[in-house]
Structure formats: C-alpha cells, structure tokens
C-alpha cells in the first residue's frame, strides 16, 4: 500500500511561485498515476493535475491554463507540482492521489491513497 505525503505548501502574494512535492511511501508497484487535486471548505474536491507513472503523459484541470507542472522523479517515488503566477482562487487545501487503474482521470473517484494535504494561501 503506497503512502503519499505532501509538502512544500505555504503563503505567497498573487503572481508568486510554490513547488509541491508528493513523497510516496510503501509498495508504489501497482500505481499507475499519481495527481494532484485540491479542494476549499464547502466546495468539491478537484482535479489539479496527473502524470502517468514512468513515461511522463500528464493532463491538467482547465483551470490551471499552462501555470502548473507536474513532473515525477521515479527513482524517488516523488512527485512535484510546480505552480506560477498564483492567483487567490488557488488558495485551497492540496492533495495528492495515487491510482491503480489504467486510465487517468481527473476525478477523485478511483484514487487509492490519499495524503493529508498542504495548505497553499495565496493573498492578493
């Protein structure tokens, strides 16, 4: 059972940068994908980001509109979201997923594990 942990969150002014990373511990073997998503009190939890464990195929909610990367170092079992140009309405709380099945989605339906989160403020 592979374990992610987040980390990197913070504060930043709009227009700022973060880079998250997802540290996965455990059996990651039968993981296929790993995302990012994020989510506001009151609201559902969203798609940020997923990357196809190995060779790199990623897709990314529409609202990101080329701002954030998501990037893997296998050998580590880590992986990063790097987010540019900030704006308030990012701020939420960060999750990162992993995924067993053969076909990515950005929907939480499917993902396995889940980390706890890191907070990500961005203040205008």
């Known amino acids: 059972q592979v374990q992610p942990v987040e980390s990197g969150g913070g504060s930043v002014q709009a227009g700022g940068s973060l880079k998250l990373s997802c540290a996965a511990s455990?059996?990651?073997?039968?993981?296929?994908?790993m995302a990012w998503f994020r989510q506001v009190p009151g609201k559902v939890r969203e798609g940020v980001a997923v990357i196809r464990i190995g060779d790199n195929s990623e897709a990314y909610g529409d609202f990101v509109e080329g701002r954030f990367t998501i990037s893997q170092d296998k050998p580590k079992n880590t992986v990063y979201l790097q987010m540019n140009n900030l704006k308030p309405e990012d701020t939420a709380m960060y999750y990162c997923?992993?995924?067993?099945?053969?076909?990515?989605?950005?929907?939480?339906?499917?993902?396995?594990?889940w980390g706890q989160g890191t907070q990500v403020t961005v203040s205008s």
């Open positions: 455990g059996d990651s073997g039968t993981t296929k994908y």
């Open positions: 997923a992993a995924r067993r099945l053969l076909s990515w989605s950005l929907s939480p339906d499917g993902y396995f594990s």
